[in-house]
């Protein structure tokens, strides 16, 4: 049985720091690119970096990049999204997913086959 979780989420005032962590099991996890997606209240759930599976090719959306790093542990099946001078615009439900279909479809959610339950991330002003 596969099972994805995510943790690191918290409060934290703009301009700080949170690093999120993502442990994958049941699964070959250097079998699979892996991402992170968003998704706060009101709004449909976003594709925000994405890694694949040797860990040297990366994409990140326009308002993460130069902020936001993602990084792998293939041996501890670890996934990390370091996140840097966050703003309150950042605030969502972060969720870890695995194994697109296809790099060119890396920010539809529905190529990705497995899902954690998400880590919340709050920005204060």
């Known amino acids: 049985q596969v099972q994805v979780v995510e943790s690191g989420g918290g409060l934290v005032q703009a301009g700080g720091s949170l690093r999120l962590s993502c442990t994958a099991s049941g699964l070959t996890f250097d079998d699979y690119d892996m991402a992170w997606f968003r998704q706060a209240p009101g709004k449909e759930r976003e594709g925000v970096s994405y890694?694949?599976?040797?860990?040297?090719?990366?994409y990140s959306i326009d308002s993460v990049k130069g902020r936001f790093t993602i990084s792998r542990d293939n041996a501890k099946n670890l996934l990390y999204l370091q996140m840097n001078v966050l703003k309150p615009e950042d605030t969502a439900m972060y969720y870890c997913a695995a194994g697109p279909r296809w790099w060119w479809l890396w920010r539809n959610a529905n190529e990705y086959s497995y899902w954690g339950q998400g880590t919340q991330v709050t920005v204060s002003s």
């Open positions: 890694l694949n599976r040797r860990g040297d090719i990366t």
